[in-house]
């Protein structure tokens, strides 16, 4: 009798795996038959800085000085003696923001700031390319002052370049 028993609690056993086994299985052929699964979830990408700014400068024949002041700030003196003569500096502008962010720059975000003596003077400026690439891309802006008046005495004018509303452009992906 003890035999019977035993072999009764195996089958028991036996089927209830059995029946567990394919609960299981019916479940899982269910759950893949009731459409596709959808993981949904956010990226967000932060903003980066544009930074854009008066890195360096060169000063020319007839400058005595030169400098950047600030990012968007750039000064420089000259003198000139003769109607007609010339004094030029270059400014390197260098565009700081990180890969992908390029600049445009045109006219309309150079402005001269002059002084009190402007008829004396003429400043005019030349720009190296107007597309700065991302990540230490670099343009120069080239600035001549020349004397357009004569003057029995001595007048003096300061000359500033600031840069104003240089716009990011995205740049494709290479």
């Known amino acids: ?24 299985v019916l479940g899982v052929g269910y759950a893949a038959s009731i459409g596709p699964w959808v993981v949904e979830g956010t990226a967000k990408a932060n903003a980066s800085e544009f930074n854009v700014a008066f890195t360096d400068h060169q000063a020319g024949d007839n400058v005595t000085s030169s400098s950047v002041e600030s990012d968007i700030l750039a000064k420089m003196a000259v003198e000139l ?6 004094a030029t500096a270059t400014f390197t502008i260098t565009n700081r923001s990180q890969e992908g962010i390029g600049a445009e720059i045109n006219d309309g975000n150079i402005e001269i700031i002059r002084g009190d003596n402007s008829e004396y003077f003429d400043v005019s400026y030349k720009l190296g390319s107007t597309t700065i690439s991302s990540n230490g891309g670099t343009t120069t802006l080239e ?17 500033s370049v600031s840069l104003k509303d240089i716009q990011p452009t995205v740049e494709s992906a290479g």
Do not use: Q, R, S, Y
């Open 1 to 24: 009798m003890p035999f019977l028993v035993l072999l009764i609690k195996k089958k028991n056993t036996f089927l209830t795996v059995a029946l567990l086994l394919a609960v299981v």
């Open 81 to 86: 003696e003769n109607v007609g003569d010339t």
């Open 143 to 159: 600035v001549t002052v020349k004397l357009i008046k004569a003057t029995t005495e001595e007048k003096t004018e300061t000359f």
